[in-house]
């Protein structure tokens, strides 16, 4: 069984930085695409944020946080991390983990939409002040 973890969320000032964990069980990293999105307050859908695809290092990340954020694994430990710096109040979301496996032979050409993933994480909430 799938589980995915989200830790590391909280309050921080504008321009200040969170680095939240993504703790995961249950899958292989090397046969998987993980994903970090976003539901901000009054939204209805998640927005890709960032994703991660360990067999071949690809990252992707959403216009408006490159830059700014970073994605990073550690096959290890199961875990995945997002670096955020420069936070600004419109970050202010529930970040979720998302996982879903991907034979290695399928290339991964940009961040895959919220319906692409099956797997998900309960969220952990970021709030951003002004």
């Known amino acids: 069984e799938v589980q995915l973890v989200e830790s590391g969320g909280g309050l921080v000032q504008a321009g200040g930085s969170l680095r939240l964990s993504c703790k995961a069980s249950?899958?292989?990293?090397?046969?998987?695409?993980i994903g970090w999105f976003r539901r901000a307050p009054g939204k209805g859908r998640r927005e890709g944020v960032s994703?991660?695809?360990?067999?071949?290092?690809?990252?992707y990340y959403a216009d408006s946080v490159k830059g700014r954020f970073t994605i990073s694994s550690d096959n290890a430990k199961n875990t995945v991390y997002l670096q955020m710096n420069s936070l600004k109040p419109e970050d202010t979301a529930v970040y979720y983990c998302?996982?879903?496996?991907?034979?290695?032979?399928?290339?991964?050409?940009?961040?895959?939409?919220?319906?692409?993933?099956?797997?998900w994480g309960q969220g952990t909430q970021v709030t951003v002040s002004s």
């Open positions: 249950g899958f292989t990293f090397d046969d998987s695409v």
């Open positions: 994703c991660i695809r360990s067999s071949d290092s690809s990252e």
């Open positions: 998302a996982q879903q496996k991907m034979p290695r032979r399928t290339k991964l050409v940009d961040l895959p939409p919220e319906l692409f993933f099956t797997s």
